[in-house]
């Protein structure tokens, strides 16, 4: 029985292309200082310049004592932090690598929700009797319709 010849090869191709791929994301990585961002350091927001206006708003704002980036925007659930802290990561290094995110950047709806609950969370004595609407079928209110630019301050 005859081999064909790429049949060889295709261990070595294998492990070219994931030293490749696995080489150009430790770079970057290290580069973007992807480390920082496992932190719960505010500053780590702002290695990526996109972030500069957000961060310089929230140390005008009122949760700059009391919140960091991470008690507003990620879960508080361990796993369910690093699962946020990862997808947001890839699709702001992709984004800002491939320059195609939208300028000034906007909350995504999932993202949105992380924030309320976290509102709701930290403000739950203080919200409890008035987070629902009966005109709006008993929903949730959306902490962020009318205080917007508490976390972040004015700008």
């Not at 081999?3 to 070219?16: A, E």
């Not at 140390?59 to 947001?88: M, W």
């Not at 890839?90 to 800002?96: E, M, P, T, V």
Request: some cysteine; overall charge neutral.
């Amino acid at each position: 029985m005859r081999r064909r010849p790429l049949f060889g090869f295709w261990p070595l191709i294998l492990s070219v292309s994931l030293g490749i791929f696995f080489g150009l994301a430790g770079y970057t990585f290290y580069h973007a200082q992807g480390a920082s961002y496992l932190s719960n350091d505010p500053a780590a927001c702002v290695n990526c310049h996109i972030m500069r206006d957000q961060y310089d708003s929230w140390l005008k704002g009122s949760h700059q004592h009391v919140a960091t980036c991470n008690d507003c925007h990620v879960p508080h659930e361990f796993f369910r932090k690093y699962i946020s802290k990862a997808e947001n990561g890839f699709w702001h290094s992709k984004g800002f690598t491939l320059q195609d995110f939208h300028e000034p950047i906007q909350i995504k709806p999932h993202n949105r929700a992380v924030v309320q609950e976290n509102c709701v969370g930290c403000h739950e004595g203080l919200v409890t009797l008035i987070a629902t609407h009966p005109g709006n079928d008993h929903k949730m209110l959306d902490c962020m319709h009318c205080h917007a630019g508490v976390g972040h301050g004015p700008k």
